[in-house]
């Protein structure tokens, strides 16, 4: 038996509800699909973004492998109308220049220079390292310093072991990084008797540092302290030096370019070059014209040549009758009056006497062995270089057809030949030698 009235009650209650469709429900489950999704993609693109921000502020995104040179054109039909054909259109366009990107090549340039000490096997040395390296090797460091600070370093180690030997301190002097003297560990204006016996220094030692220390206090701007040396030395330890050929031509340049650069500054009684030049020899005379300023050159060639005609050998009778023709005085002049203070004529004429040891060249004409003919040569080569170089007008043509036969005679002599006009065996060397 039914219920009847409770069966009315439910019809009522269907009959009053709206019942949701099936359209319905897959739309909702649509929409909380896509909106999951697009949660999912937005959470992805802000770590992909904040991905690629790291990586630009760690300098890690390689740069773009091609430059773009395209322009942003769009054709239009309204824009045809309006401003012309495309190419009018295209033409109105500025062009940016591409740069290239800088390639860092002090960067690449140090690596590579690492690879190589690396290959090698070369290794920077460090002044506790060089203390047991030999004379040499040692020297060969210092000229490689290029900051006082380890200059200084390496005086302070070799000082404090007992091994700041002279040539060692002379190449620290020589170095123009080394400016403040006053960092050493030792005055080296008042280097005391003690200090020489410990570094096993000798008295010639001690006055070819002094004759150094002279020429590094007045590069350093030192005329003080350079004078006071020149003035302490000269008379007491230079000069008696220089009259015994006890020191080498390059300690003696230095002190004669000192003393007659300085001598008007000096407190005591001084001379001038040509006072020297009569008092001392060949030699000395010599080294006092190197060092002598342009405006001396004149006077003191003439004199050389007057007062020590005599004792010449052929090359230095040639050298200075080249360097009194009145064509090298006329460029001399020339060169002064347009540098003011130097001449390139002079220069190489003065190098020409240091290269060639003119000051000791001894040539036994008659009897010349291997060593000395090679010498003689390159003399009379270089002598001639110097002429060729002159201006053509001006070439001193007597000297240099001197020259030449001087060296085809002693060819000859060396072939032991004996020329004769009808004599064809040594028409090539005269030919040659003529060609030169």
Not at 59 to 82: C, D, F, M, Q, W
Not at 168 to 184: D, T
Not at 352 to 365: E, G
């Amino acid at each position: 038996m039914t219920n009847k009235p409770a069966e009315a009650a439910l019809l009522q209650i269907l009959k009053n509800t709206q019942v949701v469709n099936r359209p319905f429900f897959q739309f909702v489950r649509g929409v909380s699909n896509k909106t999951n999704k697009n949660d999912a993609l937005g959470h992805h693109e802000a770590d992909k973004n904040s991905n690629i921000l790291l990586a630009d502020a760690l300098n890690l995104i390689a740069p773009k492998s091609e430059v773009k040179n395209t322009y942003n054109y769009k054709p239009s039909i309204i824009n045809h109308l309006r401003k012309g054909s495309a190419q009018e259109q295209y033409d109105q366009y500025t062009r940016e220049t591409t740069q290239k990107q800088k390639t860092k090549v002090d960067h690449q340039m140090n690596h590579l220079m690492e690879d190589l000490r690396v290959l090698y096997g070369v290794k920077p040395r460090s002044n506790y390292d060089v203390v047991d390296l030999s004379l040499l090797e040692i020297k060969k460091h210092i000229r490689l310093l290029t900051k006082e600070s380890q200059i200084i370093d390496l005086i302070k180690v070799l000082y404090y072991q007992d091994k700041l030997l002279v040539g060692i301190l002379n190449e620290c002097m020589f170095n123009k990084h080394l400016r403040n003297l006053n960092e050493l560990p030792v005055n080296v204006e008042s280097l005391g008797y003690d200090f020489m016996i410990r570094n096993k220094w000798s008295r010639i030692n001690y006055i070819q540092f002094n004759i150094v220390l002279m020429k590094k206090l007045r590069d350093c701007g030192e005329t003080s302290g350079m004078l006071r040396n020149l003035e302490a030395n000269f008379k007491l330890n230079y000069l008696p030096l220089i009259e015994n050929k006890t020191l080498g031509p390059f300690y003696e340049r230095i002190i004669w370019r000192m003393y007659f650069q300085y001598r008007d500054q000096l407190k005591q009684e001084t001379h001038d070059e040509l006072y020297f030049i009569k008092k001392l020899d060949y030699k000395n005379a010599l080294m006092i014209w190197q060092t002598s300023p342009t405006s001396k050159h004149h006077q003191l060639s003439a004199f050389i040549s007057h007062h020590f005609h005599d004792k010449f050998n052929i090359l230095q009778r040639l050298f200075w009758r080249l360097c009194n023709h009145k064509s090298v005085q006329t460029i001399i002049e020339q060169d002064i009056q347009n540098n003011s203070s130097h001449s390139a004529l002079l220069i190489d004429l003065k190098k020409f006497t240091v290269k060639h040891r003119l000051h000791s060249i001894l040539f036994n004409l008659e009897n010349m062995d291997a060593k000395t003919r090679s010498q003689f040569y390159l003399s009379v080569n270089g002598m001639e270089s110097i002429i060729e170089l002159m201006n053509k007008d001006l070439q001193p043509h007597d000297i240099l057809k001197e020259l030449r036969q001087i060296r085809q005679d002693h060819v000859l002599k060396a072939l032991k030949l004996e020329p004769t006009p009808a004599d064809s065996s040594w028409s090539w060397v005269s030919s040659f030698m003529n060609s030169k």
